[in-house]
């Protein structure tokens, strides 16, 4: 059975689809919100926050954008309750799609080729990726949830994880850390990769919660859970740094790209998630995740860049010289219908010549 075949046949699928695709569409909202209420400020002279000024504190607009984006924090949560990590995890990137979108729309910023483009691969590699989602092995309970964790490949893949970031930490972030955008990045995509595991794990809780077991006795839980503090704050710590150091269209997509792979990378080997997945169904599945980071990085990375002419490859820009030169020709051609037959030079020494002789006769 393939993987998108078997996805499909449950109804848990497509409402954790659904909350994948709501909480990117309010995320992604909630941006445009959040910079409408900071403009604001600046049109009326008060002090932004980019000046140490609170005064956004005080603009519904801001506050709109802040509950979006907490609903759609939640609506992704709750997103990897039902729906296998692979898919959810890059499908996070419709809420920057969104986010272009709108700002083009109310806030009057300019999206280029590149990025309308690259809006089109990120809706085409998502449509790929939830036709071949794969199915995980099915976790309804903490109790299954722990003999996942008691896995050997998951404690081995785990205890990699953990050495590599303590090394990038510690030896490769003072050397290296200012200079190669890769040290920082990669802290936060490995440690992001065990804080998805968890979510996982913490929504299971509450759907147990929910149904009325005993879950906060159970000690897991909280083990989930403050195992997933601790992840978030380093994400934040290192990914703050690695943005204060480079350019956000640098950080944004590598970060994206690491941090997607290694959440579908951990989700294979906890759930099994690829097991039992037809090779197309594996092809299909990697190749809408390339086609959605060739969509990230064209709205990133040429975002300031104008669409000109001259960016056009040599043999584009030949055949437009060529159609101006046909152009020019035929205007030519055509102005040479109407010229008369004579130039006025010679029109005149006619007419002087023809006076003359006129003169001479009489």
């Not at 802290?187 to 879950?215: D, Y």
Request: with cysteine; net charge neutral.
């Amino acid at each position: 059975m393939g993987g998108g075949e078997a996805a499909g046949g449950r109804p848990g699928f497509y409402l954790g689809l659904g909350l994948a695709l709501a909480s990117s569409a309010f995320i992604g909202g909630s941006f445009v919100l959040k910079k409408k209420g900071l403009l604001r400020l600046g049109r009326r002279g008060q002090a932004r926050a980019g000046q140490g000024g609170h005064a956004y504190l005080r603009e519904w607009l801001w506050w709109a954008g802040l509950l979006c984006m907490g609903v759609g924090e939640a609506a992704n949560f709750a997103a990897y309750a039902f729906a296998p990590a692979t898919l959810v995890t890059p499908l996070g990137a419709l809420s920057v799609l969104v986010s272009a979108v709108l700002s083009s729309t109310f806030l009057n910023e300019q999206l280029n080729v590149h990025g309308k483009i690259g809006c089109l691969l990120s809706i085409l590699g998502s449509t790929v990726m939830v036709i071949h989602a794969p199915q995980e092995e099915e976790v309804s309970s903490l109790e299954s949830m722990a003999e996942k964790l008691k896995d050997p490949g998951f404690i081995v893949f785990a205890v990699c994880v953990l050495v590599s970031s303590l090394l990038l930490i510690f030896v490769a972030g003072p050397r290296y850390g200012r200079s190669n955008v890769l040290v920082y990045v990669l802290v936060c995509s490995a440690i992001g990769s065990l804080s998805v595991s968890c979510v996982k794990g913490l929504g299971i809780a509450l759907k147990e919660l929910f149904a009325g077991k005993p879950v906060l006795k159970e000690p897991l839980g909280w083990v989930l859970l403050v195992c997933l503090v601790i992840c978030i704050s380093v994400q934040i710590n290192y990914l703050n740094k690695a943005l204060d150091i480079f350019n956000t269209s640098v950080v944004t997509p590598i970060y994206y790209v690491l941090f997607t792979t290694a959440v579908m990378t951990c989700s294979a080997i906890l759930f099994k998630e690829w097991q039992h997945m037809v090779l197309d169904n594996i092809i299909g599945t990697i190749s809408g995740f390339l086609t959605i980071v060739s969509g990230i990085f064209l709205l990133h990375a040429f975002r300031d860049v104008p669409f000109t002419p001259d960016l056009l490859p040599l043999f584009l820009q030949q055949g437009r010289a060529d159609v101006r030169t046909s152009w020019r020709s035929a205007d030519r051609h055509q102005s040479c219908q109407h010229r008369p037959l004579l130039p006025s030079e010679d029109k005149d020494s006619q007419s002087a010549e023809e006076e003359e002789e006129e003169g001479e006769s009489v």
